[in-house]
């Protein structure tokens, strides 16, 4: 992507067809990129993290065009990676509903993925129910409509799950 990239050069490197950038790392810079109508993907990486430096543009701008992503992380670092980025945004400041936006419908929408990202009919209903806007520790887990967790217990036999079919 673009890291540090500004003026004419920046418009430029949109105007050849890029719309996001997930090297962001001071505010001017995320400003400058929201401003020109990039998408702004904050990173916590294993070796680089953004969100921190980010927090202020977070809780003052439009975040519509922000997301949350996984980028250059080590699998050992990718559990609970997403929701521990809305739960440190939260506590930094960022209001909670924006900081679920970040991490389910505008990355949905960013990446064309097809109904979901959001809870509205025609959505697939993967839905987690959080008792408050704090911790996010979810109540009930539901995929594709169906009840698999309550209280932090699975509720469906796993021995029926399948694991998906890889290719290469």
Known sequence: HAPHLCGKDLDAYIASGVSSDHECTTPDEAIEKLRLGMYLMVREATGARDLEPLI??????????????????????????????VKKAVRLGVDPIKAIQMASINTAEYFNLQNVGAIAPGYKADIAVFSDLKTFEPVLVFKNGKMIAKDGKVTVDLAEMKPPALRG
């Open 56 to 85: 202020p543009v977070l809780k003052k701008y439009n975040t519509r065009k922000c997301m949350f992503v996984t980028d250059d992380r080590h699998p050992k670092h990718l559990i609970r990676h997403i929701s521990r980025m």
